[in-house]
């Protein structure tokens, strides 16, 4: 089953405007961690955030994370035609396995 | 790229037969997961195998089955192909079965006809 929900689950935007993704799951986790999907293939891991941090940073990447409300936020600053792909959180709820809990993804689509 | 192959990268199976997915992990990583991926929906965990032994497995049929070898590649089997287990089927291998960061391969797309 899916760990939790992105909002939204589509955004369009221009390039050089900034982006904003949210998640937010359901039970207590060991990391949060964000991941592209291009056109359907493999995922690339853009950025992991630990449950005892609440802001990082990576390039044009910025993460927030709220453990009290369990949601999570990617900020792509200054899209890029490039960074049009499908957006997904994952949690590590920790323990003997580091199996991921995915969220829904949200599509991004940045116009040129 | 992330150093994970995976084949087939495309294939098409009739309803009741038996598939065989294959993964070569990255050099150095001893833990290998398995995620099903369904069109429009994020990837959900299927097992890990971590040093040859299955070490954790989602909510999964039995009928879904994995191998790991000595070199640390991976085999997924599944079993009596419904149409319901077409979707993208994602390979990803990790330096440790607790290490945080997953490198997923580009997966195998699974049609069942």
């Known amino acids: 089953s899916q760990q939790g929900e992105e909002d939204p689950q589509a955004l369009s935007i221009q390039e050089g405007e900034n982006a904003t993704m949210n998640c937010s799951y359901k039970?207590?986790?060991?990391?949060l961690q964000w991941y592209r999907q291009n056109s359907g293939r493999g995922l690339v891991h853009l950025i992991l955030i630990r449950s005892n941090e609440r802001e990082k940073h990576s390039g044009r990447l910025r993460v927030t994370l709220d453990t009290s409300k369990k949601s999570s936020s990617l900020l792509i600053t200054a899209s890029r035609a490039a960074d049009t792909a499908s957006y997904f959180c994952?949690?590590?709820?920790?323990?003997?396995?580091?199996?991921?809990?995915f969220g829904t993804g949200t599509l991004l689509a940045v116009q040129p | 790229e992330t150093g994970v192959t995976q084949s087939p990268t495309h294939l098409i199976k009739t309803r009741g037969q038996q598939v065989t997915l294959r993964c070569s992990s990255q050099s150095g990583h001893n833990t290998v997961s398995w995620y099903q991926q369904a069109l429009g929906q994020g990837p959900q965990f299927i097992f890990q195998?971590?040093?040859?032994?299955?070490?954790g497995r989602g909510n999964f049929p039995p009928r879904f089955s994995g191998l790991q070898f000595p070199n640390y590649s991976s085999e997924l089997n599944v079993n009596a192909l419904e149409l319901d287990d077409s979707a993208l089927y994602l390979c990803?291998?990790?330096?440790?079965?607790?290490?945080?960061?997953?490198?997923f391969g580009q997966g195998t797309r699974l049609t069942v006809v």
């Open positions: 039970t207590s986790i060991n990391n």
């Open positions: 994952a949690t590590d709820p920790g323990g003997a396995t580091n199996k991921l809990i």
């Open positions: 195998y971590y040093r040859e032994e299955e070490n």
């Open positions: 990803a291998s990790s330096p440790g079965h607790t290490a945080p960061e997953a490198f």
